[in-house]
């Protein structure tokens, strides 16, 4: 008798989902060439009794971290590398790492040896057995720690925490963990809204989900790092910054950019009134001379200021700063004229109340500014 196709598949998925994968575990790595296979071999004995597998998403490491992990791949078609070139970013590597899995879990862990591998299976039971989204490993819960770091490392560590924990109102003890288990249909909802900015991925995901995830935390302790060197540095800062701003004043439509610009903007405002107060009391200048030189310096400070903080992922060098910051200054001016019109024309028109029409003036100009000193300077588009 025929059997109808559809029975037959049903068949075959049951007879082969005792073959299902379990558990996959992605690796971001940046030149670990000489950590990454012993990783590999601590991850294959510690899940020895599961179906698991491991992909490597490296950034084209120059050390050859790619090489090494394909060539243990080619004799272990469990182990997978995912290279990407002419991009970087902790955070992104992770998302595509997970994207790229079909297994129902799936666990990140830095590549580095940091990271306790040990806790995998353990981190896999409490999922299933609790039924939860996520499990995070928590170097802060009680019980976890981070082995011999300085006491800076460690306030900043701290510091960051408790500003995220406030910022985004994730409740959690390690919301700037590196290592997590995830449920990766959870995942595939959320990641259209995950901003992958940064290497605050945990983060990413509790703020951008649309209610409280059921998690769990297991403490752990971070190990010291032996080969090679962190890749934390200013930029990881800022990253983690504009990952805040867009995680708070972000949700009502404000660009973290603009914030950071108008920070910029207020510290320019007191430079002006410095070397005003300077040019024109100090050194007996006439007010229009002072003013002039006042606004020039403010300008070039806002300007090389932008370039390292607002626009740190943008950032001009060589002669592309010559002609960032005159088209910077030029656009200013700009703004500077639409911010006196508006603020007149308000105040003279309309009989508005004079702070309030000057606020106006300089919010009309400040948006003005931001734009198109991001498009022009900075070459943002759409
Ligand atoms: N693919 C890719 N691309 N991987 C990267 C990149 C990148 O641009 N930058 C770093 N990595 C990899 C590193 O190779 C390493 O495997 C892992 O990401 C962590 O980077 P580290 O530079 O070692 O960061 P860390 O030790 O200072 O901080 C880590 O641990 C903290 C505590 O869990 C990170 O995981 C933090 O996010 C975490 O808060
Ligand atoms: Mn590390």
Redesign the pocket.
């Known amino acids: 008798m025929d059997q109808p196709a559809a029975t037959i598949s049903a068949a075959r998925t049951m007879a082969e989902d005792t073959q299902a994968l379990e558990l996959a575990v992605i690796?971001?790595?940046?030149?670990?060439a000489e950590n990454v296979l012993t990783l590999i071999n601590r991850l294959r004995d510690v899940l020895r009794a599961l179906r698991f597998e491991i992909i490597v998403?490296?950034?084209n490491s120059p050390d050859g971290t790619a090489d090494r992990v394909r060539q243990l791949a080619i004799s272990d078609p469990r182990i997978r590398c995912l290279e990407?070139i002419g991009r970087?970013?902790?955070s992104s590597?992770c998302i595509e790492g997970l994207m790229a899995t079909s297994a129902p879990c799936a666990a990140i862990i830095?590549?580095?040896l940091?990271?306790d591998e040990r806790l995998l299976p353990k981190m896999l039971a409490t999922l299933r057995e609790q039924n939860l989204e996520i499990v995070v490993g928590s170097?802060y819960a009680h019980g976890g720690g981070t082995d011999q770091w300085d006491e800076t490392r460690l306030r900043a560590s701290q510091l960051a925490t408790r500003i995220s924990r406030y910022a985004t109102r994730v409740e959690l003890t390690d919301p700037?963990?590196?290592?997590f288990m995830i449920r990766t249909d959870v995942l595939r909802q959320l990641a259209p809204r995950l901003s992958g900015v940064g290497?605050?991925i945990l983060l990413d995901i509790f703020a951008s989900a649309p209610g409280p995830l059921k998690h769990a935390e297991i403490p752990y302790t971070?190990r010291s790092?032996t080969q090679g060197q962190?890749?934390?540095d200013s930029r990881v800062a800022l990253e983690f910054l504009e990952l805040l701003l867009d995680k708070s004043v972000g949700r009502y439509g404000i660009p973290a950019k603009f914030v950071m610009f108008g920070l910029v903007g207020s510290t320019g405002v007191i430079v002006h009134i410095a070397v005003l107060a300077f040019c024109f009391q100090i050194l007996t200048m006439s007010f229009a001379t002072a003013q002039i030189l006042a606004t020039g310096t403010a300008m070039t400070f806002n300007f090389f200021l932008n370039n390292v903080f607002t626009h740190y992922d943008r950032r001009l060098g060589g002669w592309g700063l010559l002609w960032g910051w005159m088209s910077f200054c030029a656009a200013s001016s700009v703004g500077a004229v639409a911010n006196v019109g508006v603020a007149v024309y308000l105040y003279q028109a309309y009989d508005t109340f004079w702070l309030a029409s000057a606020i106006a003036g300089i919010l009309v100009g400040v948006v003005w500014n931001y734009a198109i000193t991001s498009i022009f300077t900075w070459q943002r588009r759409g």
């Open positions: 690796v971001p790595t940046y030149k670990e998403v490296d950034d990407r970087r970013g902790l590597a830095d590549g580095d940091q990271h170097r700037l963990s590196g290592f290497f605050k971070f790092r962190s890749k934390l």
